[in-house]
Structures are given as structure tokens and as C-alpha cells.
């Protein structure tokens, strides 16, 4: 078993699975169905809601740049006349 090979010759016994997972070059670990488990778990409980929030803040950033570029397109062409 790949996975169980990688464990066992890490150093660090006392790094968890995903760190291994993390510094081993080889791509079949990402095959096994558990290693597909356990990613799909922690991109819906963990980095799925960063990235929403990430995209929320961007959002608002946007938003509010091109409310800020109106205002200033405004004000010129008041100051023009």
C-alpha cells in the first residue's frame, strides 16, 4: 500500500496525514479513495469558506472602487461647468 509506505518512512512520526501528504512528490497517494475522502471533507468544511469570504471582500472592494471612480467622474464634470 503507497500510502502506508510513505507513513512509514517519514522521520516525524508525529506529523499528521496531510502534512505527508503534503511534502511526498508522489501523485498516486491522491489516488486512493480515502486520500479523495478526506481532501473532498476538508475543502467543504474548511477552504471552501475561505475562498467564499475571500470572493465576498473582493466583491465589496470592486463595488466600491467603481462607486468611488463615478463619484470622481462626477465631481470633474461639475467642476467643469
Known sequence: MPLRD?????EDSEKDLMTVLKDSNRDELFESLPIMIIIDYKWQAYTRGFFIE????FLCF??????SLGL??????????
Open 54 to 57: 475571500q470572493f465576498k471582500k
Open 62 to 67: 470592486i463595488s466600491l472602487f467603481i462607486v
Open 6 to 10: 510513505s507513513l512509514a518512512k517519514h
Open 72 to 81: 470622481q467622474q462626477q465631481a470633474r464634470e461639475n467642476l467643469a461647468y
